[in-house]
């Protein structure tokens, strides 16, 4: 890009901002759970609380009518040394009630007991019926100035630095469930503009399984745990997902998205996010267009190979919000690049003969290409999970001017549904007084009272019109930049509860999503369909999805033919001629590794130089590095250990480095850590799985050469692709970045082409 393009100079002044703040808290090796270290006894002297972590931020110190208070970030934490009771009484002791004796009966007038016990009573709140498991961020978001010919949205503009707080999530799971189950992951983000809060509320897959949003309590119904025995848990892998799904053809596209590796991110870091909907934008002429929302990851999109997120589910549940939070802790920011693809506002609303209006397709960016209107940068994680994450509030109907809704019946049924929510969630009407839901912009809205009011108004009229507070509030005109709805064209129409014909195309786009991935991420899709369809009891809905999967593609249905033992079926419906879209595959390009994850294994007689240098050499990359030792003990002053033997798993890291060959571990037995396995000969065999495993899942490895006895008891090829042997440990590391910047090493098994 030219350093004199506006966009480029934008990007630079980001990356010198992030590269300042990286510089100043960025740790060796992410996860410390507090501020300062603890001491071994109990602390007695009484002492302020402590600080948040370096890389922790709260929400701005906002009033509940958007007032900039001036104050503190931390003005809203707990302060002084002592322990009070809610109105500030300190406490002489927290441990006992108040009795009648040391042996008597607990007495009425515990005041303390009482507070303590009803708080602890009413802690939980409702957890979201979907999107109900989360984990989120606090950033920036920079205009890149390029969107001002289709919008006058304030933020979008030159350089304009807006704060946001974004939140991923799983759609099926409870708060309970692991991170990395094959599921649609939510995408949200809230802009706190000078022009109001702007909320874009979308997932990881641009299309979602219904048309019309009647449809979504039997769609959710249908995904969630059955009914009488509450199992299974976050999965989609059921006979009642799956007889919706095949019944409900208009899921087919989201279904095959959700079977193809997007449903399994390697990271929240690595995830494309979507608006799904198609929106109206408008410029300060007053000209639309319409768009389509995307949020692009500069770390590229990767995906965890199937036994990883199997694995990652009982052995780290939290895997992928640890490795959001380790990421920004360790100064390795998340960035994703907003984009939009723009469409003419025509009264068909349509392009290329795609209905524009049907939130179960895209618009291949071949067609239209994504034009970059900005850059966001996570750089602080939340310091309270429960006031941020769990408390924000998102809602589509969140919009300022220049931005504005079509008539898609999705959307317009989310429009009504995230409010509700909210009233059931947050106790009542006024949830965006939060703090973390706060506008930073000024609040004059006429409405009062409810649970949780914080604002304290003035005034004896809150009406229109009125003479007793002077008039106040006005309206604003355009000129004031108020939000002023679009005034679209409505034609003559009968009341009707119809579709549209062009939402009955339900197969021309999953076949076009299915073509444009490459050989592996189709035996990925083949693998992932028949995995569920084998945990479906009824033999008809099993028969009944390969006929959906027939209209789709002959191989893709025979291949799960064969693997459910059932015949392949014809279709119903001729599979649709496709121009295949490279976008749609996750392969073939490279991306940044800042934030990987390296393990350096060290054997007891590895020599301590080396492995300092390519811990060194992994750091130096931008890479994080783990020091897999036999024990938890240093292996020197400057050689702290960060997982042993017995801990470490394949799942945990991108890539390995060996630099010797670990004779069998005292605790290498079966009795005692179930990872062992038969005698691998003279090395350990809980290092010979961990590279073996990572290995089988396409992962770079390398070693020195004192770790050839680890090849062979791991049963790796060192000619095989993307396995490293050199004497320099700088050298092995270069080779291990160039690799991952690809992601995965998939020419170690190639795949069959279709």
Not at 342 to 352: I, K, L
Not at 572 to 584: E, G, I, M, R
Not at 717 to 723: L, R, S
């Amino acid at each position: 890009m030219d350093k004199s393009n506006p966009v480029r100079k934008v990007v630079d002044a980001v990356a010198d901002a992030v590269a300042e703040v990286k510089d100043r808290a960025r740790p060796a090796v992410p996860g410390a759970p507090g501020a300062e270290p603890p001491s071994v006894a109990e602390p007695t002297e009484p002492r302020a609380p402590l600080p948040s972590k370096p890389d922790q931020d709260e929400p701005a110190v906002v009033s509940a009518t958007g007032r900039d208070s001036g104050a503190a970030r931390d003005v809203r934490s707990q302060s002084g040394g002592y322990l009070t009771t809610a109105n500030g009484t300190r406490v002489f002791d927290s441990d006992h009630s108040l009795k009648a004796g040391p042996r008597g009966p607990v007495l009425l007038q515990d005041h303390h007991l009482r507070e303590k016990i009803m708080h602890f009573d009413h802690e939980r709140i409702p957890e979201r019926v979907v999107h109900a498991r989360g984990a989120a961020a606090h950033g920036v978001f920079r205009g890149y100035g390029t969107a001002g010919e289709v919008t006058k949205a304030a933020f979008l503009a030159d350089g304009v630095e807006t704060p946001v707080f974004v939140r991923f999530s799983t759609v099926l799971g409870s708060r309970g469930s692991a991170d990395t189950v094959r599921d649609t992951r939510g995408f949200a983000t809230k802009f706190y503009t000078t022009e109001g809060v702007f909320d874009l509320v979308g997932n990881n897959i641009p299309v979602f399984f219904i048309q019309d949003a009647i449809k979504f309590p039997d769609v959710i119904h249908a995904g969630k745990p059955h009914p009488d025995r509450e199992i299974p848990q976050a999965q989609s892998a059921h006979d009642t997902f799956w007889d919706f799904v095949s019944l409900h053809t208009e899921a087919t596209h989201h279904t095959i998205w959700n079977m193809s590796d997007r449903g399994i991110p390697r990271s929240l870091r690595m995830m494309e996010g979507f608006g799904v909907h198609t929106f109206r934008l408008v410029n300060a002429e007053g000209s639309a267009s319409l768009v389509k929302f995307h949020w692009k990851p500069k770390a590229g999109v990767h995906s965890l190979v199937w036994e990883e997120a199997q694995l990652l589910g009982g052995m780290d549940p939290d895997f992928h919000r640890r490795d959001l939070a380790d990421a920004i802790e360790a100064g390795a920011f998340p960035q994703w690049e907003l984009g939009v693809q723009v469409f003419p506002d025509a009264p068909e609303q349509t392009f290329h003969g795609i209905d524009l209006l049907d939130p179960t397709k895209i618009v291949p960016e071949e067609l239209a290409p994504v034009r970059p209107v900005g850059l966001m940068t996570l750089n602080a994680n939340p310091s309270n999970y429960f006031a941020e994450t769990e408390q924000v509030a998102f809602h589509p109907g969140h919009l300022v001017p220049g931005i504005d809704v079509t008539d898609d019946p999705l959307l317009a049924g989310r429009l009504f549904s995230y409010l509700d929510t909210q009233i059931t969630r947050l106790g009542g009407p006024n949830f965006a007084q939060i703090p973390i839901n706060r506008t930073h912009a000024p609040v004059n809205d006429m409405l009062r009272d409810g649970f949780h009011q914080d604002a304290v108004h003035t005034g004896v009229a809150p009406y229109k019109p009125n003479s007793l507070d002077g008039g106040c509030p006005f309206f604003a005109g355009a000129d004031e930049r108020a939000y002023i709805e679009f005034p679209t064209p409505l034609a003559a129409a009968n009341k009707v509860r119809e579709a549209p014909a062009s939402f009955g195309d339900h197969f021309s786009q999953p076949r076009l999503f299915w073509l444009s991935l490459s050989p592996v991420e189709q035996q990925h899709v083949i693998a992932a369909y028949t995995f569920e369809l084998t945990k479906v009891y009824e033999q008809a809905i099993k028969e009944r999805v390969l006929t959906v999967l027939a209209n789709i593609d002959t191989t893709l249905c025979a291949e799960v033919a064969s693997g459910l033992g059932l015949p392949a079926p014809q279709a119903t419906v001729k599979p649709a001629d496709a121009t295949p879209s490279p976008a749609l595959s996750q392969l073939g390009a490279s991306w940044p590794v800042d934030g990987r994850v390296v393990g350096v294994v060290a054997a007891p007689g590895s020599d301590l130089d080396t492995v300092r240098q390519a811990r060194d050499a992994v750091r130096a990359a931008g890479m994080t590095a783990l020091l897999i030792a036999p024990t938890g003990a240093p292996l020197a002053e400057d050689l702290t250990v960060q997982r042993t033997f017995a801990a470490a798993r394949s799942v945990e890291f991108d890539a390995l480095v060996v630099t010797g060959a670990p004779a069998p571990g005292a605790d290498d037995l079966g009795a005692r850590d179930a990872k062992s396995g038969p005698a691998q000969g003279a090395v350990d065999s809980r290092v010979a799985l961990l590279v073996n495993e990572a290995y089988r899942h396409a992962k770079p490895v390398a070693g020195l050469p004192a770790a050839r006895p680890v090849w062979v008891s791991a049963a790796v090829d060192p000619q095989a692709p993307g396995v490293l042997v050199a004497d320099n440990p700088a050298d092995l590391v270069t080779g291990l970045a160039e690799l991952l910047a690809t992601h995965r090493v998939w020419a170690r098994f190639p795949a069959p082409t279709s």
